[in-house]
Antibody, heavy 117, light 109 residues
Framework: EVPLVESGGGLVQPGGSLRLSCAAS????????MHWVRQAPGKGLVWVSR????????SYADSVKGRFTISRDNAKNSLYLQMNSLRAEDTAVYYC??????????WGQGTLVTVSS | QSALTQPASVSGSPGQSITISCTGT?????????VSWYQQHPGKAPKLMIY???SRPSGVSDRFSASKSGNTASLTISGLQAEDEADYFC?????????FGGGTKLTVL
């Protein structure tokens, strides 16, 4: 069983919007802080955003602040990332990751977002 | 939110040991004992190898060890095996945010 499965990626034009989803199973989702981490083609991992276990608090990397919104629905064991005003530099594989006790585990398999005209 | 600094690549022969460094600042690695390391094979999701500077999750080989001194963390892999060839990323908590290293490509010769 795969603990985290992302969906919602695809091709979008600059300035467009996209909503990513991450479905969790096999662990107590509601107790984990959840994160989005992205990886541009051939590049390293970059932390994007996190949300606490009950959804009352979120943080963002400066590069996405004001454009991206993270949210969760513990009743549906799901994490989301609303991405607006997308730019070419947002092109990446987006991973969702669970974080308990300051370690990223588990990870999803990622979903590719391509921003291009 | 600057990335942690890692060497772009390291290499070693089977059976040898290698060390990958990860340099941060007094606001991240130097301040918190929340350094973790991840292994990533091509096209795959990252895998947790080390957390809290030097702790290994269950199932991770004891050939993997890690430490921290000041603003620099290090990952050592002993008894190199072919399957260790992968990218390795460090990560640290820093004042409500998180930062990753740029990644190090390990080649097993």
């Amino acid at each position: 069983e795969v603990p985290l499965v992302e969906s919602g990626g695809g091709l979008v034009q600059p300035g467009g919007s996209l909503r990513l989803s991450c479905a969790a199973s096999g662990f107590t989702f509601s107790t984990y802080w959840m994160h989005w981490v992205r990886q541009a083609p051939g590049k390293g991992l970059v932390w994007v955003s996190r949300i606490n276990s009950d959804g009352s608090s979120a943080s963002y990397a400066d590069s996405v602040k004001g454009r991206f919104t993270i949210s969760r629905d513990n009743a549906k064991n799901s994490l989301y990332l609303q991405m607006n005003s997308l730019r070419a530099e947002d092109t990446a594989v987006y991973y969702c990751g669970g974080n308990s006790d300051y370690r990223f585990d588990p990870w999803g398999q990622g979903t590719l977002v391509t921003v291009s005209s | 939110q600057s990335a942690l600094t890692q060497p772009a690549s390291v290499s070693g022969s089977p059976g040898q040991s290698i060390t990958i460094s990860c340099t941060g600042t007094s606001s991240d690695i130097g301040l918190y004992n929340y350094v973790s390391w991840y292994q990533q094979h091509p096209g795959k999701a990252p895998k947790l190898m080390i957390y809290h500077v030097s702790s290994r999750p269950s199932g991770v080989s004891d050939r993997f060890s890690a430490s921290k001194s000041g603003n620099t963390a290090s990952l050592t892999i002993s008894g190199l095996q072919a399957e260790d060839e992968a990218d390795y990323f460090c990560s640290s908590y820093t004042r409500t945010l998180w930062v990753f290293g740029g990644g190090t490509k390990l080649t097993v010769l």
